[in-house]
């Protein structure tokens, strides 16, 4: 399936007018950035580059495409046979995915022609914007429920397709799991789930529908234990088990005082090593709040899957430089007083002091420094996209960045109460 029409229209009228007035092969860089993190943030998380990369390749005009703009009255003939040829051809530096970023970070750098580049706005925007607010919250719900797992299960609280994007920005942030099963195929993401209340609602009694769980799945099982009363399905899941149930899930209630309870019962009844995991409208505030609870996993859904309040990233895709006819890059820059960007092409650089990040470098000249970690890598190279950042692979590579870049942060990134982002950005 193509990406090409997952774009504005704007876009595909300002190849139509470049086209028309020779600017349309005038080389060009653009890049995405956010002026700003979500107010109280205190870093940003980099996703959405595989699945850009995977979009980008996908990006071509057939007939179909050309046809409907035609119809539209959106590009003339000349326009629709430049499209029929459309290929990238040129370069994309970026963030490796799961890095962590801050304002006025370069993420993506795409050079080409600005034809070929200046297409691929929306799609760039669209992707970056969502998966990287996904991450964003996620990151922050991980360092909240310190060491402890977290599963995303907010499939029914957003877009079908939505939800695939968002397991897999949640597990490159952290998580360890999804409910997800397209997600588990696409990405290699674990799966996990077991029953819903409407399987206990099903049968005559608590008690059979436990049974029927049981004898399903095995005393490994999750059993959801809220649908009546917790007490009473506490003691039946334990008496059916002879103490071995995996874990009971907890989905309504004031969860501090209703887990330590159920903690105290389980072990009063001997089953020590049944685990409790919570699944009720959970985010960071209250995955912090549990914090000295007896809890042993997290179930998270809408606050996850919406970026925790903040549903975009505020990335934006500006023009920072392009080539005089003597070969000469310009850079280019918009002034508007709430809405400036900052010209040229960039080098980036995260300074470090004893492995530990003191500023975000941005550099409008010269090369990233001895006590910098360069930030930009090659991702596309004359057209042609490198692999390791796509598929499963490119998920777990981003994973395990985003560990490092993380634990490279200050100690009070972690906090999840508002304030300054972690370290300071350094223009230069």
Not at 53 to 82: K, M, N, P, Q, S
């Amino acid at each position: 399936m193509t990406s090409a029409l997952l774009t504005d229209q704007y876009e595909l009228t300002m190849v139509d007018a470049a086209l028309k007035d020779g600017t349309a092969d005038r080389r060009c860089v653009f890049e995405v950035f956010a002026r700003r993190l979500p107010d109280g943030r205190r870093y940003g998380v980099a996703a959405g580059l595989g699945r850009f990369l995977t979009a980008l390749t996908d990006f071509r005009f057939g007939d179909e495409e050309i046809g409907f703009l035609r119809d539209r009255d959106v590009i003339d003939a000349g326009t629709a046979a430049y499209l029929a040829d459309y290929r990238f051809t040129g370069d994309v530096r970026a963030y490796r995915e799961g890095e962590v970023f801050f304002p006025n970070s370069p993420v993506l750098q795409i050079e080409g022609t600005f034809a070929e580049a200046v297409v691929l706005e929306t799609l760039a925007l669209s992707i970056f914007n969502a998966d990287s607010a996904i991450a964003s919250a996620a990151a922050r719900m991980v360092s909240a429920a310190d060491k402890r797992p977290l599963a995303e299960m907010g499939s029914r609280r957003t877009g079908e397709w939505n939800a695939v994007a968002a397991a897999r920005a949640a597990y490159i942030a952290g998580f360890g799991a999804t409910s997800n099963l397209e997600a588990g195929r696409t990405w290699g993401i674990p799966t996990m789930g077991t029953a819903a209340h409407a399987f206990t609602l099903l049968h005559d009694s608590e008690e059979a529908a436990f049974r029927s769980q049981l004898d399903a799945l095995g005393t490994g099982t999750t059993l959801l234990v809220d649908t009546y009363d917790i007490e009473a399905a506490v003691d039946t899941a334990v008496r059916l088990t002879d103490g071995k149930l995996g874990a009971v899930r907890i989905d309504s209630g004031d969860l501090p005082s209703v887990v330590a309870s159920v903690r105290a019962q389980l072990d009063r009844l001997g089953a020590t090593g049944t685990k409790i995991t919570v699944t009720n409208d959970l985010d960071e505030y209250t995955i912090a709040a549990l914090r000295a609870a007896p809890v042993d996993s997290y179930g998270v859904g809408t606050s996850v899957v919406s970026g925790s309040g903040h549903p975009a990233a505020g990335m934006v895709f500006k023009l920072v430089a392009h080539k005089e006819d003597g070969g000469e890059w310009v850079p280019v820059a918009k002034k508007s007083a709430d809405k400036a960007s900052l010209g040229g092409r960039k080098e980036a650089g995260r300074r470090l002091r004893n492995g530990i990040a003191t500023a975000e470098v941005v550099l409008t000249t010269g090369q990233v420094g001895p006590d910098e970690r360069p930030l930009l890598v090659p991702v596309v190279t004359n057209g042609e996209v490198h692999q390791e950042f796509l598929g499963v692979q490119g998920v777990e590579a981003a994973r395990a960045h985003h560990k490092l870049a993380k634990a490279e942060l200050p100690a009070d990134a972690a906090r999840i109460g508002r304030g300054d982002p972690a370290i300071p950005t350094l223009v230069i």
